[in-house]
């Protein structure tokens, strides 16, 4: 049995903020057998007690605790290394309460935050960041996700605009949540588990949520719904070289038997 549990939200448990089939019976039951667990997500359209709100009002019984966003570990991230800097973050979604102790402005930054990309990620928008990052303003992001999955289909995320910020500017973007190796370190902390070898992470994001866990030496399990590629698993696996997830599921339903079996 898992030492600790951690979890991808959107595309694993839900879509569109709706339960997928057997997700809210999946935890019950993986609530029940005892497991400490942690929601990890780069989710940054809803704080993170909205998102408890929001889960607990479709089914799930979920603590704002138990969450932990891309904004939760870079207000962490700005605390300790941009104490006191003025900071403008483009995000779509409100996320300001979970970055207690930053000081955050609309213009004139020190520092330049990416969050989830959305409706707001406007030609000015990203022309203005464009122009402060060449200014010299450093830049990081909350997460470089590329796609997010919805009841409508798939839709682009940050990482997308910042591969063409980075080739414009030259200069690389670091990321604060997944698969950054800082988040994982900071769930598994979070867990009160001291050997990440003991968790296992679920994800529907074989590169950000399942190669980035292991390499942080967890077990990694990748669903088959949400923003799962049958065509990015096929080429891992036919790199003779690649690394793979160590478990493929089809949902989160599947979940309580696999961690009998671990």
Do not use: C
């Amino acid at each position: 049995m898992a030492e600790g549990l951690l979890l991808d939200i959107d595309g694993v448990i839900v879509t569109s903020w709706q339960p997928l089939p057997g997700a809210v019976e999946a935890l019950q039951a993986v609530a029940d057998s005892g497991i400490p667990r942690m929601f990890l997500t780069n989710t940054t359209s809803r704080s993170r007690g909205q998102i408890a709100d929001t889960l607990t009002d479709v089914g799930f019984t979920v603590r704002a605790d138990e969450i932990l966003t891309a904004a939760v570990l870079t207000a962490e991230y700005l605390r300790s290394r941009h104490a006191g800097t003025r900071v403008v973050v483009l995000n779509e979604g409100p996320v300001t309460e979970d970055m207690d102790g930053v000081n955050l402005v609309d213009d004139d930054p020190e520092v330049l935050v990416f969050g989830g990309a959305g409706p707001s990620f406007t030609h000015d928008v990203l022309s203005r960041a464009l122009a402060w990052m060449l200014e010299g303003v450093p830049a990081i992001s909350m997460h470089r996700s590329l796609t997010w999955a919805t009841a409508g289909g798939p839709k682009i995320d940050t990482g997308v605009y910042l591969e063409g910020l980075q080739k414009a500017t030259g200069k690389k973007i670091p990321a604060i949540g997944k698969p950054s190796p800082l988040g994982f370190r900071s769930a598994v902390e979070m867990l009160g588990v001291g050997d990440p070898s003991g968790v296992v992470m679920v994800g529907d994001d074989v590169y950000s949520d399942v190669l980035g866990a292991q390499k942080t030496a967890m077990t990694g399990v990748l669903v088959r719904t949400g923003k799962f590629v049958p065509e990015q698993l096929d080429a891992l696996h036919k790199d003779e070289f690649g690394q793979v997830p160590d478990h493929v599921i089809d949902s989160i339903a599947d979940l309580p038997d696999l961690l009998e079996k671990l």
